[in-house]
């Protein structure tokens, strides 16, 4: 789990459950977050002013800012989801206190507990409720400054908004809807899951596309050629929208490898055509309002820097050409011709 605010500064943290070392990239350093904080603690959101917000073994949320950790009263889910922005408004997930009867197998009946999303703003914790009821799980996933949630519930998400709840609705043909990130401008980028038939077997949960919601309509992004799995990952307050291909067909040239997108004004663009030299992006993870994104890279050269993540490329930050003043990187950075070039 890659996150990026516009300062160029990155979070570099394991996605899901497990529990490995985070690291902060910031000012030209790495930072081991994980050494200050403790090692069973991970990494799971960045905001503009380089807070990082973080999640104990326990779930608990914690806010990392200038050195200093400080208590939320609020924990993430199972898989460590949970956001914040830069007015320091938290969103989580909370147990309702309530518990519902699941039918458990051999077991037989048992009850649960019921968790909902859950903001927390200046003390307040406010239960955004879940899909399609209230005896039903819900998560937070990600907020932006004007207070709009982007959640998942079973297999639907939805959009929070001054208690409003809206359902993001899904494509016919899919089954599932996961939402990655939200904009300023409540435009919401994720990833649709459904089947697909493989060599005459339908696989339940083998086709992925990725999606963009705005304004109550949702929308395919679109993808390459037989492409498997395509996820959208990060969107930035300008719209562009970054995210990968996987291609599992055995017989494409690709199988097994990830192909990194960027979608702009309508466009979709492979990242390794827009990158020079003999840098090859292998994945990307995210992108902020400078345009910039982190990816995972691969060179075979002396100076190429190992992820400390422990994966075997390395972390790069692309930059476009021209555009700012130069930007830091965890190894040495490729160089990304102006996007008008594409267009003539």
Known sequence: MYRLNSNGDML???????????????????????????????????????????????????????????????????LNSAGFNDLGV??????????????????????????????????????????????????????????????????????????????????PGYHQVRPAAINKGGVIVGTLTGEQDVGGAIWGDAFQQPFLWNKGHIYA?????????????????????????????????????????????????KLNELVKGDWTIVRAFAINNRGQIAVEASRIGPDSVPDPIGMHHVVALLSPVGRGKSSKAVAPKPNWPERQRLRE
């Open 12 to 78: 570099l943290a394991p996605s899901g459950p497990q529990r490995a070392a985070s690291h902060l990239w910031a000012n030209g350093k790495l930072f081991s977050l994980s050494a200050a904080v403790g090692p069973r603690t991970t990494a799971v959101d960045l905001n503009e002013k380089g807070d990082v917000l973080l999640a104990a073994s326990a779930h608990d949320l914690a806010l990392w800012s200038n050195g200093k950790t400080l208590p939320v009263n609020l924990h993430a889910d199972w």
């Open 90 to 171: 938290v969103i989580g997930t909370e147990d309702t206190g309530r518990t519902r009867v699941e039918n458990s197998g051999d077991v037989g009946p048992m009850r649960r507990p019921i968790h909902h999303a859950t903001l927390l703003s200046q003390a307040t914790k406010t239960d955004l409720n879940a899909l399609p009821d209230e005896n039903a799980d819900s998560a937070g996933i990600d907020l932006n400054d004007a207070g709009q949630v982007v959640a998942i519930s079973g297999n639907r998400a939805f959009l929070w908004e001054h208690g409003n709840i809206q359902d993001l609705g899904v494509l």
């Open 221 to 269: 992004l679109g993808t390459l050629p037989d492409a498997t799995k395509t996820y959208a990952l990060g969107i930035n307050d300008s719209g562009q929208v970054v995210g990968n291909v996987f291609y599992m067909h055995a017989a494409h040239s690709y199988q097994g490898k990830y192909v990194p997108l960027l979608w702009e004004n309508g466009r979709m663009y």
